[in-house]
Nanobody
Framework: QVQLVESGGGLVQPGGSLRLSCAASGFTFSNSWMNWFRQAPGKAREWVAGISTSGGTTTYADSVKGRFTISRDNVKNMVFLQMNSLKSDDTAMYYC????????WGQGTQVTVSS
């Protein structure tokens, strides 16, 4: 069964940090480019970051560049999103996703940035 399971979300104050994790199963993770997306209430889903199969190439949305870092562990079949200097605008449901001939999405993990 192909599955992505996110974790690590929560409530954090502005300026704080969180590390999101995504556990993958049911497909060849090391062959799959991985992405993080997010969706805030009332807003369209937004791509946040992507990482190549080896982890050697990473890309970021301008809104998170310099604050977020995507990484992966191809032994543990996991992808991570380290989020620093969080702002209220980062409040959203965060999803990891991949395309294995069809799109696969996790259930999401909620990040709330508020004082």
């Amino acid at each position: 069964q192909v599955q992505l399971v996110e974790s690590g979300g929560g409530l954090v104050q502005p300026g704080g940090s969180l590390r999101l994790s995504c556990a993958a199963s049911g497909f060849t993770f090391s062959n799959s480019w991985m992405n993080w997306f997010r969706q805030a209430p009332g807003k369209a889903r937004e791509w946040v970051a992507g990482i190549s199969t080896s982890g050697g190439t990473t890309t970021y949305a301008d809104s998170v560049k310099g604050r977020f870092t995507i990484s992966r562990d191809n032994v543990k079949n996991m992808v991570f999103l380290q989020m620093n200097s969080l702002k209220s605008d980062d409040t959203a449901m965060y999803y990891c996703t991949t395309n294995i001939g069809r799109e696969v999405w996790g259930q999401g993990t909620q990040v709330t940035v508020s004082s």
